[in-house]
């Protein structure tokens, strides 16, 4: 696989891996510079938040992206949650934005996103089902972009497709304007949903431009979460 991007900072070095551990370890381990990026065709140890594991066969997209540190690692996540959904969106499905990382269609999951800060730099790793088997284990919670629309992708158009939106995204971020983003997000995002946050439960009420979610409980009382796993409710 050789993408031929139409970028200036994202992917202007490309390692392509057949197969490794996991992108983002991958990433840990070279010499890092902003931009560079990491594509597997296949993880034997992908992962999750919280040491969770990542299914990550063939077929599916496993990207790493090394950007500079930013003070604030969740304005990334939301920036890179906007970049896939777009880049979904370009192939007619329309996706929800759940609050901190995920990609979903119809409630499954289609696409988590782990940004990990390591010394100077953020690592931002992607994974999107495209036309990887869903394993029975995670089945109810799960699906993929070939069985939302019943035919095969080109993993190549869609990452080059991914990484041009994820540098569009970029180069506004830098450019100051994560407003802009955070507000797309909200657009697209569980907003409005009743939700369940580790012990907190309420109406996802608003994002702060730091990326904490902000929970209205039944008693009116504001919550700010910064990290956690979220339960929609209904
Ligand atoms: C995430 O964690 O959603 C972040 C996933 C990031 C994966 C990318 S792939 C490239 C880069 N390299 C890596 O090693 N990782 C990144 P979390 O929110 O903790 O969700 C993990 C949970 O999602 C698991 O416990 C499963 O329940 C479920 N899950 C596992 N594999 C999945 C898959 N392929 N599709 C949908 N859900 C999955």
Known sequence: MQLNLKTSII???IFYLKKV?????????IEKEEGIVIIAEKQTKGKGRLNRKWESNFGGVYISI????????QRITLMSAVAVEKTIRNYGVKTLIKWPNDILFNEKKLCGILCELVDDF???GIGVNLNNKISEGIREKATSLKEILGKKFDIKEFSQSLLENFEKEYLKFKDGKFNEILQYWKEKSILRRKVKVDEVEGIAYDVDEDGKLIVKNEKGEIKKIIAGDCILLN
């Not at 090394?66 to 690692?73: D, R």
């Open 122 to 124: 953020v690592i931002v």
């Open 11 to 13: 992917g202007k070095k």
């Open 21 to 29: 551990n996991s992108t983002n370890e991958f990433a840990k381990k």
């Open 66 to 73: 090394i950007l500079n540190k930013e003070k604030n690692v």
